[in-house]
């Protein structure tokens, strides 16, 4: 890479990781700000060609790196993700996430700044986890996440949470309709369709909601036969009332 990166986005297709990345150039100007999309090759149509939309949006360069896929991922583990067990998040966004810095961090032979997308009020846990971090203060990758290895702040790697105050409504508020269409369609959140360690109600209205979501109701249940075990946690398939609950990982739901 020949310019020299000031701010690395993590973009997942999402309007928190959307926004972040338009905070990001506003203060860095496009040409020192990248974006990083992890592709879990798990993820709607309508994200890919989010993606691509905001390249020309914004005249910004945004790489994608992949290390697999979640049903691969599923496969080796004997598997499905659950809120407590994320391997597919350890081994396609962070790990990726932290090999792609550390090798820029390397190539240019400087350190750079990680925005990442994550909101406070998305969970009593992130308000919990993280209810000392302050928006504009920069912190080492493993403070902010535990997985992320102590070398990278030694290699000038620093993460920071520019929008960890705002509201939902801030972030649309800054977007308008630069949005991922997938909100107009209903669906609250993007990333893999549907993220597997979520809700079952949740994953029950993603492989409802068109085509491509009965596309992925199908490759799962390919994989659910050949482990012995459903995706659904609810032994009823999923229940609307108590499981509705979303994926709230926010490495993955950006
Ligand atoms: S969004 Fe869900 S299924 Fe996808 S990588 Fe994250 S935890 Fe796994």
């Given at each position: 890479?020949?310019?020299?990166?000031?701010?690395?986005?993590?973009?997942?297709?999402?309007?928190?990781?959307?926004?972040?990345?338009?905070?990001?150039?506003?203060?860095?100007?496009?040409?020192?700000?990248?974006?990083?999309?992890?592709?879990?090759?798990?993820?709607?149509?309508?994200?890919?060609?989010?993606?691509?939309?905001?390249?020309?949006?914004?005249?910004?360069?945004?790489?994608?790196?992949?290390?697999?896929?979640?049903?691969?991922?599923?496969?080796?583990?004997?598997?499905?993700p659950s809120d407590?067990?994320r391997?597919?998040t350890?081994?396609?966004?962070?790990?990726?996430?932290?090999?792609?810095?550390?090798?820029?961090?390397?190539?240019?032979?400087?350190?750079?700044?990680?925005?990442?997308?994550?909101?406070?009020?998305?969970s009593?846990?992130?308000?919990?986890?993280?209810?000392?971090?302050?928006?504009?203060?920069?912190?080492?990758?493993?403070?902010?996440?535990?997985?992320?290895?102590?070398?990278?702040?030694?290699?000038?790697?620093?993460?920071?949470?520019?929008?960890?105050?705002?509201?939902?409504?801030?972030?649309?508020?800054?977007?308008?309709?630069?949005?991922?269409?997938?909100?107009?369609?209903?669906?609250?959140r993007?990333g893999c369709?549907p993220c597997l360690a979520g809700g079952?109600?949740f994953k029950?209205?993603?492989?409802?909601?068109?085509?491509?979501?009965?596309?992925?109701?199908?490759?799962?249940?390919?994989?659910?036969?050949?482990?012995?075990?459903?995706?659904?946690?609810?032994?009823?398939?999923?229940?609307?009332?108590?499981?509705?609950q979303l994926s709230l990982c926010f490495v993955c739901q950006?």
């Amino acid at each position: 890479m020949s310019k020299i990166v000031k701010c690395l986005v993590p973009v997942s297709g999402g309007k928190d990781s959307q926004v972040c990345l338009e905070l990001a150039i506003e203060k860095f100007g496009s040409d020192s700000v990248i974006g990083l999309f992890c592709d879990t090759q798990f993820e709607h149509p309508l994200t890919y060609e989010h993606i691509e939309k905001m390249k020309g949006m914004y005249g910004v360069e945004i790489i994608t790196r992949s290390d697999g896929d979640v049903l691969s991922e599923c496969r080796k583990r004997k598997r499905f993700p659950s809120d407590n067990v994320r391997f597919c998040t350890n081994h396609l966004k962070i790990r990726v996430t932290k090999n792609f810095c550390a090798w820029l961090a390397k190539n240019q032979g400087d350190g750079f700044e990680v925005w990442y997308g994550m909101r406070r009020k998305e969970s009593h846990g992130r308000a919990k986890r993280y209810e000392h971090t302050i928006d504009d203060e920069l912190y080492p990758p493993h403070i902010i996440l535990a997985n992320y290895p102590k070398y990278l702040e030694k290699m000038g790697v620093m993460f920071r949470l520019p929008i960890c105050d705002w509201h939902e409504r801030d972030v649309y508020e800054k977007l308008g309709d630069k949005v991922n269409p997938l909100y107009s369609k209903g669906f609250d959140r993007v990333g893999c369709f549907p993220c597997l360690a979520g809700g079952d109600g949740f994953k029950d209205i993603a492989f409802n909601l068109d085509d491509f979501g009965r596309e992925q109701r199908e490759r799962v249940r390919v994989v659910e036969k050949e482990l012995g075990k459903s995706v659904f946690t609810s032994k009823r398939g999923y229940q609307k009332d108590n499981e509705n609950q979303l994926s709230l990982c926010f490495v993955c739901q950006i």
